[in-house]
């Protein structure tokens, strides 16, 4: 039978590449809020902006209005015309002879003044008026006199709810015949429809239509927009800057959070597989070195050295298991405050010794009187791994210098010196690796438990080194707050 795979069924190596890229919390939300935070400033500056140019024709057509009632009615009093006629009523001349009780003269005398102040509006550019007709009885542009305006829905609307009618343009509709400016508009401009009323109040006589361009006014438009946007930028770039900061800040500690519960993961695999075979050799190594030691009693011929090796390398195995249990157990100390220079002198007298043997000089500067956050056992602990890390990497001696890099209100960093053989970069970036070691034996648990102390107690750990011109390890320690 042939076993081989077929062509068809083998999976293509670019297959491997294409792997689903890590959901990226911080670039989705740097998008996606850009996007909301944009769009509703783009909202609000687009409402604000209409809402200023809405409010800002209302104001000026209002005031318009005004203005042109009151001319009405002072004209209309000035005259003295019997019978309490209005302006609206007078102002068109095919009605004149059906007022047989009004002074034909006091009337174009009236309706003439009217139509002069009119005529003379300041920013003006075109004044219509309408008879209730649509037909155009007066207009500052004599070529409209008489035209009938139909399909007009501003002019319709103002006639049918007798209110006053407002509206704010761009552009000249060529299609509308009222709009003949002899001056055309340059940008904004605004049609105004105002209602003239009979005696009753009830009737409108009369529409006036008004085209302005109000130069003040559009420059002060100009002005509030800007200001508008201006704001909307600088708030939607401070809440984006604000928001962004805030989730940055919120994905490193996940990151660092995910890191801890990863790494917190591993050593909880790690110990329980590391129990299970340290009570599984215990009582192995225990029977090997009580044969060894009774065998070394009984028999004092040629066999006595294999005895010792068996009984010494026993020893160097159940040095190990302790060193791996204690590396990986869990650190539940609580932080409490402990005098420094005392534990690192501690620790220094308990390497007094070896290190006078190994001709390493130790050079301790005077250290501050201060307590940092730690546990007197684990600090002491860090201490002993470090010395002998150092001691170690200076076999043909050298010096150990201990020295305070940084202090402040806060942290303390402590920066200890060996001129020993050093580290390349590889090595470096393996340090605090769980079960690396550049020792001929050695565990590789030493580093890592001191990583492991540092973060625990709220502190930091560097290193830095270099072939042949030893190693610089800075640990940065929480300062006890008095």
């Known amino acids: 039978m042939d076993l081989a795979p077929r062509p068809d069924t083998v999976t293509p190596a670019g297959d491997a590449s294409v792997a689903r890229r890590p959901f990226d919390l911080l670039r989705w939300y740097a998008w996606v809020s850009l996007a909301i935070i944009v769009s509703v400033a783009v909202g609000l500056g687009l409402i604000s902006s209409r809402f200023i140019i809405d409010e800002s024709v209302e104001r000026d057509?209002?005031?318009?209005?005004?203005?042109?009632?009151?001319?009405?009615?002072?004209?209309?009093?000035?005259?003295?015309?019997?019978?309490?006629?209005?302006?609206?009523?007078?102002?068109?001349?095919?009605?004149?002879?059906?007022?047989?009780?009004?002074?034909?003269?006091?009337?174009?005398?009236?309706?003439?003044?009217?139509?002069?102040?009119?005529?003379?509006?300041?920013?003006?550019?075109?004044?219509?008026?309408?008879?209730?007709?649509?037909?155009?009885?007066?207009?500052?542009?004599?070529?409209?006199?008489?035209?009938?305006?139909?399909?007009?829905?501003?002019?319709?609307?103002?006639?049918?709810?007798?209110?006053?009618?407002?509206?704010?343009?761009?552009?000249?509709?060529?299609a509308r015949s009222e709009q003949k400016f002899i001056t055309p508009p340059e940008q904004l401009f605004i049609e105004n429809y105002i209602p003239l009323f009979a005696a009753d109040g009830d009737q409108v006589t009369a529409m006036v239509e008004v085209y302005k361009e109000p130069h003040d006014l559009i420059v002060r438009i100009e002005h509030g927009l800007m200001l508008i946007w201006l704001a909307v930028a600088v708030g939607a770039g401070l809440v984006y800057a604000g928001l962004y900061g805030i989730m940055r800040r919120a994905a490193r500690v996940m990151a660092v959070q995910q890191k801890h519960l990863i790494g917190n993961e591993t050593f909880v695999a790690l110990g329980e597989v590391s129990s299970a075979v340290a009570h599984s050799l215990r009582n192995p190594l225990a029977s090997i070195r009580s044969s060894a030691e009774l065998a070394q009693a009984f028999d004092e011929g040629p066999a006595q050295k294999h005895v010792n090796d068996i009984i010494s390398q026993v020893d160097r195995m159940s040095h190990w298991v302790r060193e791996l249990l204690q590396s990986l157990r869990p650190l539940n100390d609580e932080a409490v405050p402990v005098d420094l220079a005392q534990v690192l002198c501690e620790s220094l007298q308990a390497y007094a010794v070896p290190l006078r043997r190994g001709s390493v000089q130790v050079c301790l500067a005077e250290l501050p009187p201060v307590q940092v956050l730690g546990h007197p056992a684990l600090l002491g602990q860090i201490f002993n791994s470090l010395i002998a890390n150092a001691l170690e990497s200076m076999e043909q001696g050298g010096e150990l210098r201990v020295e305070v890099a940084r202090h402040d209100r806060r942290h303390l960093t402590l920066r200890l010196s060996d001129t020993g053989k050093g580290m390349n970069e590889q090595q470096q970036r393996l340090a605090f690796r769980p079960f690396y070691s550049t020792k001929q034996g050695g565990l590789g648990v030493g580093l890592m438990l001191v990583k492991r102390i540092m973060e625990r107690f709220g502190g930091s750990v560097k290193l830095s080194s270099g072939e042949g011109t030893g190693t610089r390890v800075s640990l940065s320690f929480r300062l006890a707050q008095s």
């Open 61 to 174: 057509a209002l005031l318009t209005a005004q203005f042109i009632t009151s001319i009405a009615d002072a004209e209309v009093r000035h005259v003295s015309i019997p019978n309490v006629r209005t302006m609206g009523e007078l102002l068109d001349p095919r009605t004149d002879h059906a007022m047989s009780d009004v002074d034909p003269e006091a009337r174009r005398r009236a309706r003439g003044e009217f139509l002069d102040h009119i005529a003379h509006l300041p920013d003006m550019l075109l004044v219509n008026i309408y008879a209730p007709d649509r037909t155009v009885i007066w207009s500052s542009n004599p070529a409209l006199v008489g035209k009938l305006i139909e399909s007009d829905d501003d002019l319709d609307h103002a006639f049918e709810y007798r209110m006053q009618v407002s509206a704010s343009y761009h552009n000249v509709e060529q």
